[in-house]
């Protein structure tokens, strides 16, 4: 997958801009706040029809306009494409997204148009954070490849909301427990089937995932770790319950249970205590949790094992490597990461979009596959 082209319109410190990639290496140098990680994230934007930093839409806007627009040209295994966005804070469908010229219905249908993988900061929450960042790092990825997993847990977050507004509704209401749970056994089904497909999907996903990153973090460290990387189902027993090698019926029997185990809690504070979206992933490093015992070394080297995995993962889905986006990491990484990082992408022809306060040290002497832009005040300019 190739980005071609990016037009940016009143999107975050952007007036007007748009700029042509070259298919390897592009690095976007400048200071700091003068726009480098809005690009980056007008590209991600393209490819999961959000902000991933928690940010709404019309903050997305530029100050004081009326919305925004963003729009690329891309060329995959099935050719050149258009995909865009047009978002306006006044109107009721304020956003409007096109692949190809056609409208797309749902927001989830851009699954798959443009892949994208980023590298942040940011990402080591998926390491140092809570649950949540790891299901985003786990349902971004799926969401990409899968238009049925998009679709999915769509339907999901539409019961579960259903679900518990009625929790609010009936929970402390003088009802009979049998009234309440005849109430809800309207949701629970489908809860329980759009739930058991997430969870069958995630699984599936976390075991092509950890071979992979197992290969790729024996590579950085040079095969003298062992990292590993689990599915957990949130259930009573606080360790949860492992759901490798489970069959579709063997989830549903552990969400049936759940369901009954968290009625009570359930209807005390008014929202679901069980499902995916109670999930973790377990990542540890020979034998012991990478979060409680790692250093920030181990850390930063098992995020960027992660990475190097999704790619994989992404091209093993897909049949082609996704776009690689590397906000502000270079710095954070030591030489020897810097090289296997710089190696892995050539060696694959993987595009990738690089920012960086200060690029001299790392692509010293590099004149080949490089192109470079400056970006100072909300412009880029090929430099
Ligand atoms: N909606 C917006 N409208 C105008 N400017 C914005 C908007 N959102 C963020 N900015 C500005 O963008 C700048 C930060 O850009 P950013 O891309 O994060 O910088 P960096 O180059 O350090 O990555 C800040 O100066 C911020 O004020
Ligand atoms: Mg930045």
Not at 160 to 187: H, V
Not at 206 to 225: I, S
Request: net charge positive.
């Amino acid at each position: 997958m190739r980005l071609i082209t990016l037009a940016m319109t009143n999107f975050r410190n952007y007036r007007r801009q748009s700029c042509h990639f070259a298919p390897g290496l592009n690095l976007l140098e400048g200071a700091n706040a003068q726009g480098k990680t809005n690009l980056i994230e007008g590209v991600y934007y393209l490819s999961i029809g959000r902000a991933y930093r928690a940010a709404r839409d019309e903050q997305l806007a530029r100050w004081e306009s009326e919305g925004f627009q963003l729009q690329a040209t891309i060329e995959g295994k099935n050719g050149k494409t258009g995909v865009s966005v047009d978002y306006r804070k006044s109107e009721k469908a304020a956003k409007k997204i096109f692949v190809g010229g056609l409208r797309l219905e749902k927001i989830e249908e851009l699954s798959g148009v443009l892949t994208s993988v980023l590298f942040s900061p940011d990402s080591m929450a998926v390491i140092k954070g809570g649950p949540q960042e790891r299901r985003n790092f786990l349902d971004y990825d799926i969401a990409q490849i899968s238009l049925a997993y998009s679709r999915n847990s769509q339907k999901y977050r539409r019961v579960l909301a259903q679900r518990n507004a009625l929790l609010k509704k009936i929970g402390l209401s003088p009802m009979g427990k049998k009234e309440k749970e005849d109430r809800l056994s309207l949701w629970d089904q489908q809860l329980i089937d759009y739930g058991t497909r997430i969870i069958a999907r995630r699984q599936t996903a976390v075991d092509k995932l950890t071979p992979l990153t197992r290969l790729a973090h024996r590579k950085l460290t040079e095969g003298k770790e062992n990292i590993e990387i689990k599915y957990r189902v949130s259930t009573k027993d606080k360790g949860g319950w492992d759901g490798r090698g489970k069959s579709d019926e063997e989830i549903k029997a552990v969400l049936s249970q759940d369901r009954e185990d968290f009625l009570a809690e359930d209807l005390r504070w008014g929202s679901t205590q069980w499902g995916p979206q109670r999930d973790d992933l377990e990542i540890s490093l020979n034998g012991v949790d990478l979060r409680q015992f790692g250093s920030q070394g181990q850390q930063r080297t098992g995020v960027l094992a992660l990475k190097l995995a999704e790619l994989e993962f992404f091209r093993g889905e897909s049949g082609e490597y996704p776009i690689l986006l590397l906000d502000d990491v270079m710095s954070e990484l030591d030489k020897k990461r810097q090289e296997r990082l710089l190696g892995f992408i050539d060696e694959k022809g993987i595009q990738c979009l690089i920012t960086a306060t200060e690029a001299k040290d790392i692509f010293s002497g590099r004149k080949d596959g490089l192109k470079r832009f400056v970006v100072k005040e909300g412009s880029v300019a090929e430099g």
